[in-house]
């Protein structure tokens, strides 16, 4: 299992990589970094949520948790306990972030927008609140 406290280190290095690549001008890199923030971020949640030590990370584990074998956001989101206030309080930004596919396409609105709206959710404390910590920032 990744434990919740791992789940969000990387989470951390991902945002700080996503930053790297906006500054560098890859855009669909930074915007695909930038879903996998929030997904990382959100399975941490659902560790919180459900009490869990860690998330399922292998076939084993995943045993009568399929619902649970997602990357979709808005999936994760509603199993997390949080759809309704991140839908309510952070609409344009989670909208924004929700829209991680692939291929992005090299589209410098794309790739800063996903990282703005990020460092948004971040900044207002509330990226924190798709994950389990306190500090305003992804923990």
């Known amino acids: 299992m990744l434990s919740a406290a ?3 280190a990387i989470a951390r290095a991902r945002l700080a990589d996503a930053e790297a690549l906006l500054s560098a001008g890859r855009f669909d ?3 695909y970094l ?3 923030v929030v997904e990382l971020a959100l399975k941490a949640r659902l560790c919180r949520t ?3 030590p860690g998330f399922p990370e292998n076939h084993n584990e995943f045993q009568g948790l399929q619902t649970f074998k997602t990357d979709d956001l808005d999936i994760l989101l509603r199993l997390s306990g949080r759809e309704q206030y991140i839908k309510v309080n952070m609409f ?3 909208t924004v972030v929700s829209q991680w596919t ?3 396409g090299t589209d410098s609105f794309r790739g800063e927008g ?3 709206s990020l460092r948004s959710l971040s900044s207002r404390g509330r990226t924190r609140r798709l994950g389990s910590g306190g500090s305003g920032q992804v923990d």
Do not use: F, V
């Open 102 to 104: 692939w291929p992005i």
């Open 29 to 31: 890199g930074s915007a």
């Open 50 to 52: 459900l009490k869990w």
């Open 92 to 94: 344009s930004d989670w």
């Open 6 to 8: 791992n789940l969000k």
């Open 114 to 116: 996903a990282l703005q």
């Open 34 to 36: 930038c879903g996998y």
